[in-house]
Structures are given as C-alpha cells and as structure tokens.
C-alpha cells in the first residue's frame, strides 16, 4: 500500500528555516549574551531554563562497571557531544523536526515489558530489570547515519541481537522479525503533516532473521554511561548501524519473528523514497537528494558540520556484505 507523497518535515521554504549554526549554537550565543550583561532585555531566559532542561533529561542513572567492546571501540570520527545528540533527534511519535526531546518526556516508561513472540520455541516476555540485567551489557561505539543525509557517532550501550535469539529460539519457518514501537494516541503528537489521520501507527520496522542475528545488530539499552534518555528510545531500541537510522525502532514493546516481510512505518507512507532494506549506500541516491556525502555532527558543544564522504554499508562492509550477495 503506498500513500500519496506528503511534503516532509524538512521541506519547507529556506527562508523559513533557523539555520543549523544558529540553532545549536544557542549556548554560545546565550552566554556571550549574559556576558554583556544584555540577556534580561532580550528575554532569554526561556531558553536558558530550556538547555537546563534539557541536561535533565540526560540525567539519568549510570550504567556502571560497562565495558567498550574491544572490536568496536572507536571508528574514524570523535563521538558526538552528548548534548548535541540529546537535542537532535527524529522521534515522530513526539513531532515533526529535532528538537521533540521536551514532548518525549511523556513517554512512560516505570513498568515496561517487551513480549518477544510469534514464530519461536520459547516466547518471553521480558521487563525492566531483564532487559537491563539479564544479558550481559557493553558498549558499543557506532557511526550512526540518517537517510537524511546527516551523521554522529554515538556509544551505545546493550547487547547483540543474537542473544536475545538464542533465547527465544526462531523456528524454521521464521524469516523476517518485526519490531513495534510504543504508541499511545493520548500522549502522539505526530508529525505536522498526517495522511488525514491515516498514518500507520504504531511504528513498526522489520529485519531478515540473518540480519538480526549478524554480529552487529544490537539492542541498546543505554548511551554516554547510562541508561537511555527517552528522547533516544528508552527504555529500549534496535541500533542497525548499517542501515539508515529509520530502520532503528525505539521504545520498542514488542518482538514478532514472522515468516513474510513484515509491513513497516515509513516503506508503507512511501515504498519509493524508504525502501525495506535501507542499507547506506553513497552510489544510491536519495529520490531528494544525494546519499554521496553527508554532515557529520561533530565533539564540540557547539554546532559543527564536517562534510564527509559517504561510505558503504556506512562502513561495516566487512561485518556485512555476505548477506546481500
């Protein structure tokens, strides 16, 4: 089933749009403001109480005693200041554009369960304390690449698929895994823009059986130290870093293993511009613009693009390019 292309979120008139500098280089600007001794007249302390806020949603308990998983302890970029990566996130369930992280707060997370079922020996559901304690944790730093063309480094913290799978144990007749978001129609927001109401939610994404069982899918539980600010998914989201960045579900309350490709989110809206596999490939262009090369949001706590070039597989060929021959 494919929609009628609706505009997205980014595709508004230029003029229209704060630019990318000016938008995270707020703090700079607040402070040399307040350094003059001129912020009380412009008004700004709305936005100052805003970037406290903000660092209170990334307060939240530590992850202690995790070790980096040797094989992926750094790549070839530094990891994204925390602060930037917790103000500039996709989470439509919240809203449309980056900065939802003061709406995703209504996420509720205190009694979370995850029902892992359909085509296994052992279904399980698994709660809060399992999914932070049963499988052993690490963290993981991971190039993560957005199918709109921008890109961070971040350092997950969870555990491999395949331990989860060795559990349940996928029959046979398994071949695609689904995984479906929370969803709450009291506390959805949306996009601005919403198919009239028909927006297929809850928000769903799928993998091969092989793809979630190869060594670098991962199921993160935590980030920066600790445990998952909601703006990122919490209490529990897939990490694909292969994939452009859609194809990661967050808050994700149910593991079905299916025998068919599953319908999800995006590729049913529009099958032409979000295609099932989404693997980061520079020589397959987005219908929009190109996947050649993209902003890397960089270490500094203020705003920098790095162009950089586009590498395939976002560059985990090795890990894997066998599943796709």
């Not at 085509?119 to 499988?135: G, I, M």
């Not at 693009?305 to 066998?322: C, D, F, I, P, Q």
């Amino acid at each position: 089933m494919t929609f009628i292309r609706v505009p997205k979120s980014w595709e508004i008139p230029e003029r229209e749009v704060t630019s990318e500098a000016t938008y995270f280089n707020r703090r700079r600007f607040l402070k040399t403001l307040a350094g003059a001794s001129i912020l009380p007249i412009l008004g700004c302390q709305a936005s100052e109480d805003a970037d406290n806020e903000l660092e209170a949603t990334l307060n939240v308990p530590k992850l202690e005693s995790i070790k980096t998983n040797p094989a992926f302890a750094e790549v070839d970029r530094p990891i994204t200041n925390e602060l930037l990566a917790g103000r500039y996130n996709n989470y439509y369930e919240f809203g449309t554009g980056k900065s939802i992280w003061q709406a995703a707060q209504s996420l509720p997370t205190d009694s979370w369960k995850v029902e892992v079922t359909g085509l296994v020996k052992n279904p399980r559901t698994y709660d809060l304390d399992d999914l932070q304690k049963k499988f052993p944790l690490e963290e993981r730093i991971y190039r993560f690449r957005c199918v709109e063309a921008w890109s961070m480094v971040l350092p997950w913290i969870g555990f491999p698929m395949k331990r989860l799978m060795a559990e349940v144990e996928p029959t046979s007749k398994a071949q695609f895994v689904r995984f479906i978001s929370y969803d709450n129609p009291k506390i959805r927001i949306g996009p601005s823009w919403s198919l009239g109401g028909k927006l297929p939610w809850p928000y769903t994404e799928g993998l091969s059986v092989e793809e979630m069982a190869n060594e670098l899918a991962f199921f993160a539980v935590g980030i920066y130290g600790h445990l998952l600010p909601k703006q990122h998914g919490a209490p529990i989201r897939e990490v694909i870093p292969w994939k452009y960045g859609f194809k990661g579900a967050k808050s994700i309350v149910k593991i079905e293993f299916v025998e068919s490709q599953p319908a999800t989110f995006w590729n049913t809206i529009d099958s032409h511009e979000y295609d099932f596999e989404a693997n980061v490939n520079p020589k397959k262009p987005h219908p929009r613009w190109s996947q050649a090369t993209e902003k890397f949001i960089g270490k500094g706590e203020d705003f920098s693009w790095e162009k950089r070039e586009t590498l395939l597989y976002n560059g985990y060929e090795e890990y894997v390019a066998s599943l796709y021959v």
